[in-house]
């Protein structure tokens, strides 16, 4: 089990590891506020790596995040 301070970290890092690829994947050419299509946003990420696999589960299992395919997690959101 980890602790409190350590789930709190990983949260954190995985926050801003999702806003970086969303806003990597908004920068792309072709996707923009003048242009006609639009790009599905990305909600769903591998977790970044320094923190263990059993952290990313219990993480899920308190609710703050949500298990996708592949090892893949997502941001519940209001939490």
């Known amino acids: 089990m980890a602790t409190e301070e350590e789930l709190r ?3 954190k890092a995985f926050k801003k590891r999702l806003k970086v690829t969303q806003l990597d994947d908004e ?4 996707v ?3 242009t ?3 790009a599905d946003k990305v909600v769903s990420i591998q977790p970044p790596a320094g923190f263990g ?4 589960e ?3 299992d308190k609710g703050f995040l949500k298990r996708d395919t592949g090892g ?7 939490r």
């Open 58 to 60: 219990e993480l899920a």
């Open 72 to 78: 893949f997690f997502e941001l519940v959101a209001g």
């Open 53 to 56: 696999r059993e952290i990313w």
């Open 9 to 11: 970290k990983a949260l």
């Open 36 to 38: 006609t299509g639009h």
């Open 32 to 34: 923009g506020a003048l």
């Open 27 to 30: 920068s792309r050419l072709g």
